[in-house]
């Protein structure tokens, strides 16, 4: 890289998610605690810097309600075994349904538009001698709605982790939305990190002293009104 060459925000990105995941805390160690939270402070910063512009990406000039191709596109940015990177595009009025995210941290950046989030955890047996049960020969998880809210390009990141808002589903509102997306590690069926699919069922009522709400959660099949296609990514290439 020539010396006069400015680093890109979206390179500074990458970077520091490759250093805040290649060495996520084990369980009960302080220490490596300690720097994985400020690593992943300074990526936090990072991200809420980033622009859609940055990206060389914008709102769609024309939009055609009839058409046929994907509800949800992804653009690729870059993928190791530590982290993955990309940009989601939903059309007005699409949704990425309730999904899990099984053991990984996560982080999504609102590029323009506005999309209403909800967040839930599903709780274990420890909480609950109901946690799980069959529902008509269906497993039916008992989980918590732990937030809830809109976020826009003025906003600061979505943070998940394995512990909380591990469970999201994304709506676009008033339009078109696109959001910067960081997994950590990424998907991998054959790791045990397959994305599972749910439907609230009803409500379970309110967690004793707390005011979040208890759910019934299904797990069904993709959704036949979901899918997610590709588009080239525009910007700034990155290496890590």
Same mark, same amino acid.
């Given at each position: 890289?020539?010396?006069?060459?400015?680093?890109?925000?979206?390179?500074?990105?990458?970077?520091?998610?490759?250093?805040?995941?290649?060495?996520?805390?084990?369980?009960?160690?302080?220490?490596?605690?300690?720097?994985?939270?400020?690593?992943?402070?300074?990526?936090?910063?990072?991200?809420?810097?980033?622009?859609?512009?940055?990206?060389?990406?914008?709102?769609?000039?024309?939009?055609?309600?009839?058409?046929?191709?994907?509800?949800?596109?992804?653009?690729?940015?870059? *993928?190791? &075994? @530590?982290?993955?990177?990309?940009?989601?595009? /939903?059309?007005?009025? =699409?949704?990425?349904?309730?999904? $899990?995210?099984?053991?990984?941290?996560?982080?999504?950046?609102?590029?323009?538009?506005?999309?209403?989030?909800?967040?839930?955890?599903?709780?274990?047996?420890?909480?609950?001698?109901?946690?799980?049960?069959?529902?008509?020969?269906?497993?039916?998880?008992?989980?918590?709605?732990?937030?809830?809210?809109?976020?826009?390009?003025?906003?600061?990141?979505?943070?998940?982790?394995?512990?909380?808002?591990?469970?999201? *589903?994304? &709506? @676009?509102?008033?339009?078109?939305?696109?959001? /910067?997306?960081?997994? =950590?590690?990424?998907?991998?069926? $054959?790791?045990?990190?397959?994305?599972?699919?749910?439907?609230?069922?009803?409500?379970?009522?309110?967690?004793?002293?707390?005011?979040?709400?208890?759910?019934?959660?299904?797990?069904?099949?993709?959704?036949?009104?979901?899918?997610?296609?590709?588009?080239?990514?525009?910007?700034?290439?990155?290496?890590?």
């Amino acid at each position: 890289m020539p010396k006069n060459s400015k680093i890109s925000v979206i390179q500074k990105i990458a970077s520091q998610a490759n250093q805040t995941f290649q060495n996520i805390p084990s369980s009960g160690n302080n220490a490596d605690s300690k720097v994985f939270v400020e690593q992943q402070t300074e990526l936090v910063s990072l991200l809420s810097q980033i622009t859609a512009e940055d990206l060389n990406i914008a709102p769609p000039k024309k939009l055609s309600a009839a058409s046929p191709s994907a509800p949800v596109t992804y653009m690729h940015i870059c *993928e190791t &075994d @530590a982290f993955s990177m990309g940009v989601f595009l /939903l059309k007005p009025g =699409a949704s990425i349904p309730l999904h $899990d995210h099984p053991g990984m941290n996560g982080m999504l950046k609102v590029l323009y538009g506005k999309v209403d989030i909800r967040c839930y955890d599903k709780l274990d047996e420890a909480a609950g001698a109901e946690a799980e049960h069959e529902r008509q020969g269906e497993a039916v998880s008992r989980a918590v709605l732990r937030s809830s809210g809109q976020f826009t390009a003025q906003s600061g990141p979505c943070v998940l982790s394995p512990a909380k808002d591990n469970l999201h *589903e994304i &709506d @676009a509102v008033d339009g078109p939305a696109a959001f /910067l997306d960081i997994l =950590a590690p990424p998907y991998g069926p $054959d790791d045990g990190r397959d994305c599972h699919y749910y439907k609230v069922l009803q409500t379970a009522g309110r967690k004793e002293q707390s005011e979040e709400d208890e759910v019934w959660l299904l797990e069904i099949p993709q959704p036949d009104d979901f899918w997610c296609g590709g588009e080239p990514y525009p910007g700034p290439q990155v290496s890590v």
